[in-house]
């Protein structure tokens, strides 16, 4: 028989601090109130589950089915291989803020004033309003808003990549691996956090999608590869 492995694991975590470095991503309201900035990271993904398959196809040369193929049908069924890799994971937090800034203090963020929860329930949930921007107000001039930092979380993961190999053996000890490799071969969108201005007219809307350069939570993308092993 070919072989079969699978590996899964899930994490369940809370990471938490006041500031997770200088960007828009981690805006900060008072820098001389780092208390009131506690809050969940940035990168805090509650829960992660990967799930990993390997799958050696039983055809071919010492497999439970043609076992005895030589030349021509070895080389057409012989030696396959299917891998799978699944991501599922929650989203990651974000922080609403004022599109017009009137602390006049020269640094950080204005947070707006939150008068509801801001959640959306998940039916009534889309990529145009992902959150309820009626739940946040203008907190008024010079006045620090009591929006917290990373209050709302925007959408999960939920990918699955795909690979197939086909070993080519010339010599004992040496082959030829060719890999198809596909990332998020089902091309189910990856969608980012949405806007978080409040006041101005797309907040609330997503309007980007994965991590395409560094192929995590992408649209599909395809590769083509040969390793040679000697």
């Known amino acids: 028989m070919g072989a079969v492995r699978f590996s899964g694991a899930w994490t ?3 990471s938490i601090d006041d500031t997770s470095g200088e960007s828009s991503n981690s805006p900060i309201q008072d820098p001389r109130n780092l208390l009131a900035q506690r809050g969940s990271s940035t990168f805090d993904v509650r829960h992660k589950l990967a799930i990993s398959t390997m799958l ?3 055809f071919g040369k010492g497999k439970h089915w043609l076992s005895s193929a030589r030349g021509p049908l070895e080389l057409l069924v012989g030696g396959w291989q299917v891998n799978t890799i699944g991501t599922f994971q ?3 937090p974000f922080t609403p803020t004022m599109q017009t800034n009137n602390l006049n203090t020269g640094t950080g963020s204005q947070f707006p004033n939150r008068i509801g929860s801001g959640e959306m329930p998940s039916g009534e949930r889309t990529i145009d309003r992902w959150f309820d921007a009626s739940a946040f107000v203008a907190p008024g001039q010079y006045v620090f808003g009591n929006a917290g930092r990373n209050i709302l979380y925007g959408p999960g993961t939920r ?3 795909l690979s197939l190999f086909k070993n080519f053996a010339f010599s004992e000890g040496r082959r030829v691996e060719f890999r198809a490799e596909a990332f998020n071969v089902s091309n189910t969108p990856q969608f980012n ?3 978080a201005s409040i006041g101005f ?4 809307r997503i309007t980007t999608a994965g991590s395409p350069t560094v192929y995590q939570r992408t649209s599909r993308q395809v590769q083509l590869a040969l390793k040679v092993y000697f």
Do not use: I, R
């Not at 007219?201 to 609330?204: E, L, T």
């Open 193 to 195: 956090n949405p806007n």
């Open 201 to 204: 007219a797309g907040v609330a």
């Open 56 to 58: 050696e196809l039983p």
């Open 12 to 14: 369940w975590a809370h």
């Open 159 to 161: 990918q699955v990549d």
């Open 90 to 92: 929650t989203g990651l």
